[in-house]
């Protein structure tokens, strides 16, 4: 059995250690180590169940997840990470289960395969966002309908292209030493086929020898392109862009081997990174910053 | 306006059309396929009347409007009823529409080279989505003057390329042109009138 360990702080950046871990795994059975875990945010949450998804899928069962009882798998339990991870990973740890209350979460994660999913994310995040876009990140109040705008959109990425069961999740957090400002996280996975096949069909032919991970993500996110002929599809990745630009934000899609970003200048992430481990599906991030005075 | 309209007024509420024919406890209009089904929905309505109808699209009860459901519920609505095979003969106005609704419908409607006629929640009509600059006096003339018969549209746009746009307009199913060619009705005078009873 091979022991992979999750990153001590596992993040947008630091998600690729353990899909190359994953990868790198074969058809070996694997253990999760994350006794070492300090912090996780709902890119490292949602990741780590897609890693466990693959895990089990190659070796027929779930695989053992190391966790100890503690302050981050409290939060994780907050964020509904264990409700999300039953089945996936065979767990060392399971929180006491508590009776239904309105968390303190922006949106747990959240598994999405359906339309209805989409809509319950939407009226969920409705309810709850308000408060922390207005107050934490000082945006505007109409801010929460962009914001329902921009999961909804990822979400139905999920559905439509995917077409795979995946999860979405947002928490907000205090950047103090990284950015100096509050932010925002979404983070959304799925074990579909990723944007190269889904594109290959319609668009592999005008790229040729070019044609791959980077090259798909560059047709959707670019260009805009989808496998439907319809004119009209293709627009939601465009303008969750704008939106998370007019917020000078990060949007970074991660597919097969490759990821591309719209980077801010408060972050250094590349553009494009291509040689990532494969890693099935497709994973967005988008981080939001709170607006600071002179935005205003 | 002297001559009694053909037309025949229909109002449809956007959020009671969702919870009726979708479910009843969405409350936002997201997703593709809740879009596409409440489009169904408005054509198989539309489709039932005889005459042309003079449809009031109203999004005041909406909160959230997403782009894949604006693709489907304005700019693929507005496509049907504008194609030679068009389940019938309709002209729309979006009423109730907040400054939440009119980034996703300006968007779709750019996206795919079409016009709509909106009002907003203080009753402003606007000519939104993709316009020359003279498609859009010529619409602002038409909305001030209200109508404008036959015999007083030499006057009122004088330039050929105006009377031009004028035509375009109508064709395009922002603007009301009566068929004998008595003369052309801004939509906004067009649902007054209806609601009066003409």
Redesign the interface.
Known sequence: MRMLTVPRSLDYKSIDQLFEAVASSGDEKVLFDARDLRWIDPNGMVNLVAAGCVARERQGEPPRLEIHEGEVAGYMARMGFFRAAEGVFDLSYRPPRRGERESDVLLEITPISSNSDVHEVVDRVQRRAGAILSNTLHYPASAVVQFSVILSEVCQNIIEHAEAPGWVAAQSYNWERRLGRHVLVIAVSDLGRGFRGSLTDEHSARFGDRWGDGTALEAAFIHGLTRFPDSGRGQGIQQIRKQVRRWDGLISFRSGTARIADVPSWDELPPMTEGLAEFPGSQISIVLPARVPDEA | MKRKLDLHPVSIDLSGVLQTTV?S????L?????GRAVRVAIESQLAEIERTAMSLIDLSEV??????CA??VV??LLQRFLAEDRPGEAFFVFMGVG??HR??ID??LD??ALQAVVSDRDGIFELVGRSSQLQTEVWGILEANRSIAKVELDSVLPRPEQQEALAQLVRNRVAYGIEDGAGFHALSTVMEELRRGN
């Open positions: 479910a406890l969405y409350s936002h997201v997703t593709r396929p809740t909160t959230v409007l997403d782009f894949s693709d489907e700019a693929k400054e939440d980034h996703p968007e779709v996206r795919h």
